[in-house]
């Protein structure tokens, strides 16, 4: 797979800023990821497990900062996972999450426009 995800929510190859239009499935699974990234507790939990001494955290490392339920957390880590953001490693009973930074550079690529990448890599 060349996108950046899962095999649902696989990343665009062009971007919506690229001069060319978009096609409507890549706008929809662009939609998707970015619809699991904007919300003020997923972004959260992306920080803190960025964050974490090992970069990763379980779910009982990440409920008490959140101040949410670990049902709440979980949800949003499936739904993070589901978008590529995150990646999941079962150890026994627990499960670690890692952000995946190829999935959050993807995004930031596909958001900026082409003349500013040109001058960004130049620098």
Do not use: C, N
């Not at 706008?27 to 803190?48: I, Q």
């Not at 979980?74 to 627990?94: D, F, N, P, Q, Y």
Request: no cysteine; hydrophobic share 45%.
């Amino acid at each position: 797979m060349d996108g950046v995800g899962t095999a649902k929510t696989a990343m665009p190859s062009i971007s919506p800023l690229s001069g060319e239009p978009i096609k409507r499935a890549d706008a929809e699974r662009l939609a998707g990821v970015l619809k699991a990234f904007a919300d003020p507790a997923r972004l959260r939990l992306l920080s803190l497990i960025q964050s974490a001494p090992q970069g990763e955290a379980s779910v009982s490392d990440l409920t008490a900062p959140l101040g949410l339920s670990q049902p709440t957390v979980s949800h949003h880590l499936r739904i993070l996972t589901e978008a590529g953001l995150l990646e999941r490693e079962k150890r026994g009973v627990w499960a670690y999450y890692r952000v995946v930074p190829a999935a959050v550079a993807a995004i930031a690529d596909l958001l900026t426009p082409p003349r500013k990448r040109a001058t960004k890599k130049a620098r």
